[in-house]
């Protein structure tokens, strides 16, 4: 059974290996960006674990962009503490369980603690491939992203919060 829950400082290792197992390496954060992170803003970083073995990671900042694109988000220096937005900077399941719910429990999650925290809106960037799965799981495509590593083109996706829509 998937259990999903905070991040503590002691999962930061077991956190970025599963980044490592699923990023390429020029769209890989680093372990000191997972750091910060949880110093920051552990509330919006979640860990889905299996047992005792952690099998997904989701993290994000606080923003008051309304669209992502700014570096700084990555590496924490432009995390705006009571920022309006939430944007999801890493969601990954290591590939053994993949297909299983994992990425969508985690998304529910942060959706649900971002709406008790009147969050306006749920950001994230992502490539063409993973737009309808975002799209099932309400996020809107708002265009070609100005995020620009890593390969091929990010493109932006809303989710707003703060319009009523029904918890899932
Ligand atoms: C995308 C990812 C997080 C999904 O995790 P998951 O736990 O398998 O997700 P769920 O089980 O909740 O949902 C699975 C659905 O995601 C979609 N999906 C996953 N990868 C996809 C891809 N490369 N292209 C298109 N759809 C994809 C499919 O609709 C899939 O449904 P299916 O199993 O019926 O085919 C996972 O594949 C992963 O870690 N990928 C590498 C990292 C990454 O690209 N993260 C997203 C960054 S924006």
């Avoid at 259990?3 to 999962?11: L, T, Y």
């Avoid at 700084?72 to 993949?98: E, F, K, Q, W, Y």
């Amino acid at each position: 059974m998937i259990h999903v829950r905070q991040v503590r400082p002691a999962d930061v290792e077991a956190a970025h290996a599963v980044e490592v197992a699923s990023y390429p390496p020029e769209e890989r954060d680093t372990i000191e960006m997972f750091r910060r992170r949880v110093d920051l803003f552990s509330e919006g970083f979640l860990v889905a674990e299996e047992g005792r073995r952690l099998v997904g990671v989701l993290n994000s900042a606080r923003t008051d962009d309304a669209r992502p694109g700014d570096p700084g988000l990555r590496d924490g220096s432009r995390h705006v503490v009571a920022g309006r937005n939430v944007i999801i900077l890493t969601v990954a399941t290591i590939p053994s369980h993949r297909g299983r719910g994992v990425a969508t429990s985690l998304l529910r999650e942060i959706a649900a603690r971002a709406r008790l925290g009147h969050i306006e809106s749920l950001l994230l960037y992502c490539h063409g491939d993973l737009v309808p799965f975002y799209r099932r799981h309400d996020f809107a495509l708002v265009g070609p992203s100005r995020v620009a590593f890593g390969r091929e083109t990010w493109f932006d996706m809303e989710r707003r919060l703060s319009t009523g829509d029904d918890a899932r």
